[in-house]
Each structure stands twice: as structure tokens, then as C-alpha cells.
């Protein structure tokens, strides 16, 4: 197992910093400007595409997502920033958890970077994961609070930030979705995300030139709905509520 003594300088921040991490994959992401991502375990599918979105806009423009590897949110954030991302651990890296996301976790190891303070064959543990999230929100230069509930860690992560001097930023929620950022937002404790690109740019990376959404490029002439759900499954449906998409019979043209 890799380890590293030289910790990244956002952690000596922190009042109890690791005294070493360990490590697999491209340690070389470190130097890279990142940006946190974190949010509930049921995250509704709006958040789900605006965090993949938000994720995919920052790794193509050379800014590093860093998150916690969990269900929802987290791994959403990982998969969209795939392979400029680091996912922190709350157990040794010899174990893969929650064994859902095993097929992304191994592809970090390999591609991205994975961290843990933990040694390597220590299990996963509660109070381990609030510790998880301490390194989450000291490694970047800004947190995003994609959705909570007033009462989560990732409301936890919030108040980390706000120590540390930490920006906070959320995205926008409809009422009684996200009761949690909702909050930060009317307390003045965080600011919207209004425009993607916009947020990329405050940490100094450039756009990516735009590309075609591979949806619409697919449904752009019209195809059958079948083929449609082989290829993109529940996404089609997704898009058709967001009026990207228009089913009729059983075909899905763009609109």
C-alpha cells in the first residue's frame, strides 16, 4: 500500500490533520484546483444530473472534484468527474465500501486517486466517515452542498467549511427537497450556482469547448423508443420531464 507523509497543504488547516494518508492511483491530481461535492444518499434525480453536469463542467476544465465516494451524490460526483477526481475513504483502502459502488471505487484506484487515513485493512466505522469528511472539505478551495437534510453530514461539512474559510455553495432546490441547503442559502452562509461555466471559472479553469449531449445527438432525428432505453435507460424518461426529449408512439425525438 502507497503512502503518503507529505500531506496536501489545505490539511494543515485542520486542527488534527492525518499524520499520513494512504493512497492508490495519480497522486499528480493533487496539484490540480479542487472543488468538493457533497450530498445526500437519495438524492433525487434532478440533483443527480446537475451534480454529474456541475462535475463533468469542472474536470474539463482541469479543476478536480473531490468527494467521499458514497451513494448518491458522492459517487454521481465521482462518476461525472471521472478520471480527474479523489475520493476520500472512511475505511482502509483494502476494503472496497459500500460494496454498490465497487466497480467506480476500483476504477479510481486505478485511473483517479483514492485516499484514506486509515490503514489499510481497517473497516468502515460511523464516526469514521465524519472524519472522512474533515480531509473532503480541507483538500478544496470551495464545498458544494448538492442537497441535504438540516440534519446530515453533509450539513456537518457545512459547518467544517465555514470554519476552515472554506466558500460554500449549493445548487438550487425546489422547497421541502433540500430543507438543508435551502437553509445555508437563506442564512446567507452559501451562494447559488446559477450558471456552471460561470462557477468553473472562479478557480481559474478554462472552458472546455461544448459537446454535443450524446442523448440528443442519439434521439436528434428521431429513434425508436426501444433502442432509446437499450442505450440510455431511465435518462430518456428524465429528459422527456425536463423537455429535452418528446416521446410519441414509440419513437423519442429531440426537441
Known amino acids: 500500500m502507497n503512502v503518503l507523509t507529505r500531506l496536501p497543504s489545505g490539511l494543515l488547516r485542520l486542527k488534527k490533520p492525518p499524520q499520513k494518508l494512504y493512497f492508490e492511483g495519480n497522486l499528480a491530481l493533487l496539484e490540480r484546483p479542487m472543488v468538493s461535492i457533497v450530498g445526500s444518499r437519495r438524492a433525487s434525480?434532478?440533483?443527480?444530473?446537475?451534480?454529474?453536469?456541475l462535475a463533468r463542467t469542472l474536470a474539463n476544465s482541469g479543476?478536480?472534484?473531490v468527494s467521499g465516494a458514497a451513494i448518491g451524490v458522492d459517487i454521481t460526483a465521482h462518476k461525472g468527474a471521472y478520471p480527474h477526481t479523489v475520493a476520500v475513504f472512511g475505511n482502509g483502502?483494502?476494503?472496497?465500501?459500500?460494496?454498490?459502488n465497487a466497480k467506480i471505487i476500483?476504477?479510481?484506484?486505478?485511473?483517479?486517486?483514492?485516499?484514506?487515513?486509515?490503514?489499510?485493512?481497517?473497516?468502515?466505522l460511523a464516526y469514521r466517515f465524519l472524519e472522512?469528511?474533515?480531509?473532503?472539505?480541507?483538500l478544496s478551495q470551495a464545498l458544494v452542498v448538492a442537497q441535504a437534510d438540516t440534519r446530515s453530514g453533509s450539513m456537518q461539512s457545512?459547518?467544517?467549511?465555514?470554519?476552515?474559510?472554506?466558500?460554500?455553495?449549493?445548487?438550487?432546490?425546489?422547497?421541502?427537497?433540500?430543507?438543508?441547503?435551502?437553509?445555508l442559502v437563506a442564512s446567507g452562509a452559501a451562494n447559488l450556482i446559477n450558471d456552471f461555466d460561470e462557477f468553473?471559472?472562479?478557480f481559474g479553469g478554462k472552458l472546455a469547448p461544448a459537446q454535443e449531449d450524446e442523448v440528443i445527438k442519439f434521439c436528434k432525428n428521431?429513434?425508436?423508443?426501444?433502442?432509446?432505453?437499450?442505450?440510455?435507460?431511465?435518462?430518456i424518461y428524465e429528459y422527456e420531464l425536463e423537455g429535452k426529449l418528446r416521446i410519441s408512439g414509440l419513437t423519442v425525438f429531440a426537441e
Open 45 to 53: 434525480a434532478y440533483t443527480r444530473q446537475c451534480v454529474e453536469a
Open 93 to 100: 483502502l483494502n476494503k472496497i465500501y459500500p460494496p454498490s
Open 158 to 183: 457545512a459547518r467544517m467549511a465555514k470554519e476552515l474559510g472554506v466558500p460554500i455553495f449549493t445548487l438550487p432546490q425546489r422547497l421541502g427537497e433540500s430543507d438543508g441547503t435551502n437553509e
Open 222 to 235: 428521431g429513434a425508436s423508443l426501444d433502442a432509446a432505453l437499450a442505450k440510455f435507460g431511465d435518462k
Open 132 to 138: 472522512r469528511n474533515r480531509i473532503v472539505v480541507a
Open 63 to 65: 479543476v478536480c472534484v
Open 200 to 202: 468553473v471559472l472562479r
Open 106 to 124: 476500483k476504477e479510481i484506484y486505478q485511473n483517479a486517486l483514492a485516499l484514506s487515513e486509515y490503514a489499510p485493512d481497517e473497516p468502515p
